[in-house]
């Protein structure tokens, strides 16, 4: 049974690290899982600090004295908005990593399924040896061959 790139490319796109499993390279496996965790762990953290600084902004424009937010005498109104905006744009990067991320582990399952019966052979050799060159330059010669 031939070992199968498009395989690997669905498997990896159904459950990322499954392609990974399929063509035997287990190690990017927790690789895949900890780059998911760490993004994930960017975008709540960024998230939640994004609504702190929100939801502080909306109560200093909502025109009422009895709701006071916690950064009063702090932070002034363009800090909030700052604040804000910071959080947001750090949250959607966030995003946009956990997308990339995706994309990268089903490239690397179909790359590494395409190179899956390529001979890595720890034979790389350089032979060197004399030789007589004919045509326009004819005499002797240094003759190299590499062997893969």
Do not use: C
């Given at each position: ?35 998911f965790a760490g993004l ?108 893969f």
């Amino acid at each position: 049974m031939l070992h199968s790139p498009s395989k690997a490319t669905l498997l990896s796109a159904a459950l990322p690290g499954a392609g990974q499993f399929y063509n035997k390279k287990y190690w990017k496996i927790p690789v895949i899982y900890a780059g998911f965790a760490g993004l994930g762990y960017l975008v709540k953290t960024n998230h939640d600090d994004y609504k702190i600084y929100k939801d502080a902004y909306r109560l200093r424009l909502d025109m009422d004295e009895n709701t006071v937010d916690d950064f009063v005498g702090v932070y002034s109104d363009e800090d909030l908005v700052t604040l804000k905006n910071y959080y947001r744009r750090n949250r959607d990067l966030s995003m946009i990593g956990i997308g990339l991320l995706y994309i990268l582990n089903i490239i690397d399952a179909s790359v590494d399924a395409h190179l899956f019966y390529f001979n890595v052979s720890d034979d790389l050799t350089l032979h060197v040896q004399p030789g007589y060159s004919g045509g326009y330059f004819a005499g002797p010669a240094l003759n190299l061959s590499v062997n893969f």
